[in-house]
């Protein structure tokens, strides 16, 4: 008696957990079903470029909680940014028998074919916060990039409307960077044609870790060089950046942006070296994707609103909204949704 209650405990939860998710993005879904919520726990592969960026743990330790929550497992593999480490570890959970395949790709091209070949194999694909090129996956889902690269050039050009701006791109290999690049320009290119805002360099580095950046950055940073702001890609990308101003006593007279609003980006926002960050609530984006992992794992029909071009299909797209943080709003945003606690954020200053 106890092992049906549980089971019809299961039941109840998956069923109506899915219905929450369907019913809050005005999806519909077929009687078909590739597996019921009686049968065995659906397995999700969850492929992961690394985990060198921060918020990288947190996307994993929500997702899988969220999918254990909904009655499905979680198999998990890391590529150590190795783009044929990650193509073989999908083969691997391929011949695992997988349910569903979700994807962070290291190489928005290289893990193509890897996951054309899941869906004729007849497992669907979501690929998560970053879009692989023309693999027709069944669903994207991430935040909006082109916003997030949009609100950091917008609160940067508030505050330093006119002077020497530096682009620090994402990795050239991942399709986000090229999203946010396009919400850079969509801000910075009136006034670049106006010749208030003078672009120095714009760098396209070969990863999101790449020494190359610093090396480029360090480059541009001579005597009487004045450099008014700096668009990171991400806040890693920042922190190099920092770095290499603080060598040269520039600290604080740069404005200086990333994306992701890890703790240490957060204290030097609350310390006055970084101006800004994009809070992306993680938590949001791993549900919703955990979630949609379970329906598409037991075979749910969804229909979208929105879509995005992959190179060469039209794909299913939900997009998130990121949120602007600088130290005007550090307590309205990271602290209030305890992404970080207000100890940490402000460790390093007096508040």
């Known amino acids: 008696m106890r092992k049906i209650t549980l089971r019809m405990r299961r039941f109840v939860l998956v069923t109506v957990s899915l219905f929450l998710v369907a019913t809050s993005f005005g999806l519909w879904s077929c ?37 254990h929550d909904l009655g499905a497992e979680v198999v998990l593999r890391v590529a150590n940014q190795d783009a044929n480490t990650q193509i073989a570890q999908v083969r691997e959970l391929l011949n695992q028998g997988i349910d569903v395949l979700v994807i962070i790709p290291n190489d928005a091209e290289k893990l193509s074919d890897v996951c054309r070949e899941a869906r004729r194999k007849g497992v ?69 044609a106006e010749g208030k805002i003078r672009l120095l360099e714009e760098v396209w580095p070969s990863d999101w870790m790449s020494d190359e950046v610093r090396t480029r950055f360090e480059a541009l940073v001579k005597p009487g060089q004045k450099i008014d702001a700096v668009l990171c890609g991400n806040d890693m990308l920042a922190e190099t950046v920092i770095s290499v101003l603080s060598e040269n006593r520039m600290v604080g007279k740069t404005k200086v942006t990333g994306q992701d609003a890890e703790l240490a980006a957060c204290q030097r926002i609350a310390e006055g070296s970084q101006f800004a960050t994009i809070y992306k609530p993680i938590d949001a984006l791993a549900l919703k994707a955990a979630g949609f992992a379970v329906m598409m794992a037991h075979g749910e029909k969804i229909r979208y609103d929105n879509n995005i071009d992959d190179g060469r299909y039209k794909v299913p797209y939900i997009a998130l909204e990121p949120i602007l943080v600088t130290a005007k709003t550090l307590d309205s945003t990271v602290i209030k949704d305890g992404f970080h606690t207000r100890e940490d954020v402000y460790r390093n200053v007096k508040h």
């Not at 019921?36 to 990288?56: H, N």
């Not at 692989?132 to 050039?153: C, R, T």
């Open 31 to 67: 009687s078909r079903s590739k597996k019921s919520a009686a049968d065995s726990a659906p397995m999700i592969g969850f492929s992961l470029d690394s985990l060198v960026v921060e918020r990288w743990r947190r996307d994993v330790d929500s997702f899988t909680k969220a999918a």
């Open 124 to 192: 669907p694909v979501l690929s998560y916060d970053r879009l692989v090129h023309n693999a027709n996956v069944d669903l994207y889902i991430s935040f909006d990039n082109e916003k997030v690269g949009s609100l950091q050039a917008q609160a940067v050009t508030e505050a330093v409307p006119a002077g020497n701006y530096v682009i620090i791109n994402g990795a050239i290999t991942d399709n986000n960077a090229f999203m946010i690049n396009k919400g850079f320009h969509s801000i910075l290119d009136p006034s670049i």
